[in-house]
């Protein structure tokens, strides 16, 4: 059983010891994804030329913060711009609405479909104007001071698409309104990377995590210190009163009641400790203050309490033995070890003491103490070395387990700062 216990604690712990392990791995995972995510995109130049009839010269516009869509062509594209005509007399530039409809002019091989974000997918509203044989389409932020995002639109053929800022928008519609022509000219940037850690975030995660594992290993190296003081000194006390209590023992004064003593009076006092009378050949110690216990019942006491359980008294003082530690006589007091090889009737007696308020036994509070065996030495129990592992182990693995889920959100929450650009889908 207590190889069963052992194997049992010793393969969950190695499964939670692997936890901050997983966990980093998982991290990285989510890490990798995510910066898949912030890919290399191509920004687009963009002339517009007004052809209005009212001027000698056309009016010249240059849009500089132009973005091709991630699955648009990367080519580059003329041609005149247009508008959805307004839909029952509402104007509405969304391109998301099925009736959704653009005044081609005759003869015109190409055209440029000018349509607002929101509502639906950039995928619908490029569909929409492919639809009506649209060369490409130019999508405006629908708040001004937005920059324009990389597009997603799997499934949109060759049609070019870019995203542009509303800035110079407005003009240009003002233009469409009054039907003047407006010419379209999208040319290909510069092509612009994706972002990686900077500098700045990797020393800011790095130093965070460093201070975060200093105060953490100074505190659970506190600990571990403490502990091991506190056990090892419990130690020595255990062994130094055990020791003590084993000499003492061996002075007591042990004689066997035979036919005719005063112990076998039935006026005479019975064993305070299993509440029998005393018998023919019962082996009895009989300690300094004169009280008479069956050597079975007071020995393992006295291991453990070195007073007498009547009247208190220190057994240890009273011959002259005086240790180093002080005597436990709140000691936890075990009544299973107590009565360990006791017949079943004085064992039953034994539970009726422990309830008598006639007796003033003081209660009794735990401090690791344990029956000394025969051969004097003091050996931790198995279960008790189990909890002490298990507890410390736990201790370990949770300390791993937020380490590396603190260092995990800190890496990912640098990332996502970085990843402002990262591409959308409407």
């Known amino acids: 059983m207590k190889m069963m216990l052992a194997k049992w604690t010793s393969q969950s712990w190695n499964r939670l010891s692997s936890l901050p392990v997983l966990v980093l791995v998982n991290c990285w995972v989510l890490l990798a994804t995510a910066d898949n995510t912030s890919q290399a995109y191509y920004t687009a130049l963009i002339n517009v030329t007004v052809l209005n009839p009212d001027r000698v010269s056309p009016t010249l516009l240059r849009i500089d913060r132009g973005r091709y869509g991630q699955d648009s062509p990367k080519v580059e594209v003329k041609g005149l711009l247009l508008a959805p005509v307004p839909i029952n007399g509402v104007v509405n530039r969304l391109g998301c609405d099925p009736r959704t409809r653009f ?20 995928r619908e509203k490029i569909l929409r104007a492919a639809s009506h044989n649209a060369t490409a389409v130019v999508i405006y932020n629908n708040i001004s001071s937005e920059e324009p995002v990389t597009m997603t639109h799997q499934g949109t053929g060759d049609i070019v698409a870019v995203m542009i800022t509303e800035s110079k928008v407005k003009e240009i519609l003002n233009y469409l309104e009054k039907n003047i022509s407006v010419l379209m000219a999208i040319a290909v940037g510069a092509r612009v990377p994706p972002k990686n850690f900077s500098r ?39 062994r130094r009163l055990g020791d003590a209590a084993k000499k003492a023992i061996s002075k007591l004064t042990t004689r066997t009641v035979k036919k005719g003593d005063k112990e076998t009076d039935p006026d005479f006092d019975h064993c305070a400790v299993c509440i029998e009378c005393y018998k023919q050949n019962d082996v009895v110690r009989i300690l300094p203050c004169k009280h008479v216990f069956h050597k079975a019942c007071v020995d393992p006491w006295l291991s453990e309490h070195c007073t007498c359980p009547m009247c208190k008294l220190n057994i240890l003082k009273a011959l002259g033995i005086v240790p180093s530690v002080p005597c436990t006589d709140n000691v936890a007091f075990d009544m299973e070890r107590l009565t360990r090889g006791q017949p079943a009737n004085r064992r039953s007696a034994l539970g009726d003491f422990a309830n008598d308020n006639s007796l003033s036994l003081e209660p009794l509070r735990t401090s690791g103490m344990s029956q000394l ?21 736990f201790i370990i693995a949770s300390f791993g387990l937020l380490s590396a889920l603190t260092l995990c959100y800190m890496i990912i929450k640098a990332t996502a700062s970085l990843n402002a650009d990262e591409a959308e889908w409407y």
């Open 103 to 122: 005044h081609v002019p005759p003869n015109t091989k190409q055209w440029i479909a000018l349509l607002q974000r929101g509502n639906c997918t950039f």
């Open 373 to 393: 065996p025969q051969d004097g030495e003091i050996t931790p129990r198995t279960g008790e070395i189990n909890i002490a592992v298990t507890k410390e182990w």
């Open 200 to 238: 700045g975030s990797l020393v800011f995660v790095s130093i965070s995590f460093i201070v975060l594992m200093i105060i953490s290993s100074a505190w659970l190296i506190f600990y571990f210190i403490q502990k091991i003081r506190y056990t090892n000194a419990r130690d020595r006390n255990q």
